[in-house]
């Protein structure tokens, strides 16, 4: 009998894991297959825009995250965590309330904070003014994209990333399409190379921008009308005797979106505090502001373009394992904690740490692809920074799992203080050195491993258990270091062999990822139940088994 019962718990067990990952693994594919839409369409707009040009929305998007961030990027986390938690107590009346609440919060800050935006764009972007007109576009996109938020946070709560996913591919796609289309006709009547070139066509960018956030809107609002009837009914059946009031019920996503809200802000401020840092060192320097906008054009239309794509398999990671590691830590199951903690980082390094040296190695042939006739400073600034990728990763899941474990305080402390040392940092380099663009590559490295070291240190003051360090991090980057030499070897053997670089580069990349799975299979010592809890588990086992990877 014990034995039935301890098997029946191990499977249980083994399913919620699998679930977990199944999650991670839709949010993280709809992530990557939305990076790689954003990836190919930076090409042709980068045709357009020139470097000039993607200074100039550069600019303004760094702007429009950060009032974006303050509004309404916390709604989804926020509606998630409440409305699942009223459906898990059977209080579907006060889920429905939560709900309606979050579209007054929408309308009221959305609407302040687009206007706040359109209205002060001359300020915002003051060190470069012909980046206003693409801010003013982007305003509008601020009060929409809150209304986007709510209903993906809503479906999530009912257990489902599935609308979430697609609708994020949806927005990508219409603002690949509408972003060329509009760059393109906006910049036309204007000569290629001129400021007035650059200055339109990163207007019609921003059109793009707004674009997709209504095209994921209109589908997510096709999918919740497809399950209003189920959710209504039970609204409809719970008769549960203590609904919260409305008042009671807003104060509660106030106090749930406050420290999310501030968390996400101090985590994203890096962006708009380096464009304004940069700005005002070098004009300090001397550089005149055409050059300022190519520089950081070259920062923030490929070299971050590129280094955010892994990053969303990070994200997708955090967020998939946030319920199981709040309710494991809320039990004080500490053992518990400490296993789904270690899950999310290995499932993260698993992939980022192979996509940072991959990147690094094959820098130059990625970027005379995605962006041709680019500057050599691109590759050389990916060469220099790749590392970041890694440490950005880590941070991004400790952030999401202190969160989960109510600790939400400790990842604003820890990059509060990393962004103070960072500006120091970045503020001397600038002004001592002619690094210029370098140093704000540098400055990411120094910022983005503080938060990594800060973090672990929190997560070890509350005591969440022994990390799994050599699954976690030495076995992937082992595996990742001799996958990096192949790579490198291969390009270069084909590319004199076939004279052609392009093949060269997708042949590198096909052996690249045989030679690492095969490696990390090796060197990581995974058992069959731990492949299979992991998405396309059995695909990866049956290979496994093929090669005798795995007993």
């Known amino acids: 009998m014990s034995t039935n019962t301890g098997t029946a718990k191990k499977g249980k067990l083994s399913g919620k894991g699998s679930n977990l990952a199944l999650q991670a693994g839709i949010l993280a594919g709809a992530g990557i297959v939305s990076r790689i839409i954003g990836l190919l369409y930076r ?32 709604i989804p986390t926020a509606v998630s965590k409440l409305v699942a938690g009223k459906i898990a107590m059977g209080q579907y009346k006060s889920a429905r309330r939560i709900y309606y609440c979050t579209f007054i919060y929408v309308v009221i800050a959305g609407a ?11 300020w915002f972007v003051s060190d470069q003014p012909n980046a206003v007109l693409s801010l003013k576009i982007l305003a509008p996109t601020i009060f929409i994209s809150g209304f986007l938020a709510i209903f993906r946070g809503y479906l999530q709560a009912y257990n489902t990333m599935v609308p979430t996913s697609i609708s994020q591919i949806i927005e990508q796609l219409a603002n690949a399409v509408v972003s060329i289309v509009a760059a393109y006709m906006l910049a036309k009547p204007f000569a290629a190379g001129t400021t007035e070139h650059a200055k339109y066509g990163s207007a019609g960018s921003a059109m793009g921008t707004g674009a997709g956030v209504l095209g994921g809107l209109i589908f997510i609002l096709f999918a919740y009308a497809r399950r209003r009837k189920g959710i209504m009914e039970s609204v409809k059946n719970d008769t549960s005797p203590d609904t919260e009031s409305y008042g009671k019920l807003f104060r509660i996503i106030i106090a749930t979106v406050t420290p999310i809200v501030v968390a996400a802000v101090v985590y994203n401020v890096l962006t708009p505090i380096d464009m304004k840092v940069f700005y005002v060192v070098m004009k300090m320097k001397g550089m005149d502001s055409l050059e300022m906008a190519k520089l950081y054009g070259i920062y923030s239309g490929q070299y971050t373009v590129l280094t955010n794509l892994p990053l969303a398999i990070a994200a997708s990671v955090g967020i998939a394992y946030i319920p199981g590691i709040s309710g494991a830590y809320a039990r004080n199951d500490m053992q518990k904690t400490n296993k789904l903690l270690n899950q999310a980082l290995s499932m993260s390094m698993l992939v980022t740490i192979p996509c940072a040296v991959g990147m690094g190695v094959l820098a130059k042939p990625i970027i005379q692809l995605l962006f041709s006739g680019a500057d050599p400073m691109a590759a050389k600034c990916m060469y220099l920074g790749f590392i970041s990728i890694v440490f950005f990763a880590q941070s991004t899941v400790t952030n999401s799992v202190l969160q989960a474990m109510g600790k939400v305080m400790a990842p604003v402390i820890n990059a509060t203080l990393a962004l103070v040392i960072h500006v120091v940092v970045l503020v001397v380099m600038l002004y001592c050195t002619d690094w210029a663009l370098y140093a704000l590559v540098f400055g990411s490295i120094v910022n983005s491993l503080l938060i990594c070291i800060f973090n672990q240190r929190s997560l070890t003051k509350y005591k969440t258990g022994k990390m799994d360090n050599r699954r ?50 090796k060197a990581g010592g995974y058992t069959e139940e731990e492949l299979l809890n992991m ?17």
């Open 43 to 74: 090409s042709p707009l980068y045709q357009i825009l020139g470097d000039e040009g993607n200074g100039y929305y550069g600019s303004a998007y760094a702007i429009y995250a950060m009032v974006i961030m303050i509004a309404t990027y916390s």
């Open 112 to 122: 302040v904070a687009a206007l706040i935006t359109y209205f002060g764009a001359e």
């Open 472 to 521: 976690i991090y030495v076995a992937p980057t082992i595996a990742s270091i001799f996958m990096g030499v192949v790579t490198i070897i291969v390009y270069e053997c084909c590319r004199k062999l076939l004279g052609n670089w392009v093949i060269a580069m997708f042949v590198a990349v096909f052996v690249a990822i045989i030679f690492y799975a095969v490696a990390i299979l």
């Open 535 to 551: 998405p396309k588990g059995g695909l990866i086992v049956r290979f496994a088994k093929k090669f005798r990877l795995i007993k």
